[in-house]
């Protein structure tokens, strides 16, 4: 099974951007569906965006779309988020998520099996 660490985050003025990664180690990182999540305070964690074991294929929550990228490179086990257009609503704790199924589900947290420990990114307004 693998184990995540983001890094990237931190303290960002609106219409800014910041770069989030996400390293894997242990098991085949390219056998694992990728996504991210986000959970802002007194909110539920919602989906964010997900990727494809090779990456062609990407899914976006509707409020990020056309602003956040998900990328991987399989070579450096990790994922990334390029998050443009900031927001103040975009506050939030942002988690990787590893996919070990290949669930059609892919916005439920449920079919993640594997999380990291996930941090914060803060939009100021």
């Known amino acids: 099974q693998v184990q995540l660490i983001e890094s990237g985050g931190g303290l960002v003025q609106a219409g800014g951007s910041l770069r989030l990664s996400c390293a894997a180690s242990?098991?085949?990182?390219?056998?694992?569906?990728m996504g991210w999540f986000r959970q802002a305070p007194g909110k539920e964690r919602e989906f964010v965006a997900r990727?494809?074991?090779?990456?062609?294929?990407?899914y976006y929550a509707n409020s990020v779309k056309g602003r956040f990228d998900i990328s991987r490179d399989n070579a450096k086990n990790t994922v990334y988020l390029q998050m443009n257009s900031l927001k103040p609503e975009d506050t939030a704790v942002y988690s990787c998520?590893?996919?070990?199924?290949?669930?059609?589900?892919?916005?439920?947290?449920?079919?993640?099996?594997?999380w990291g420990q996930g941090i914060q990114v803060t939009v100021s307004g």
């Open positions: 998520a590893a996919d070990s199924r290949g669930s059609s589900s892919w916005f439920r947290e449920e079919s993640y099996d594997v």
């Open positions: 990727i494809s074991y090779i990456g062609r294929s990407t």
């Open positions: 242990g098991r085949a990182f390219s056998s694992y569906i």
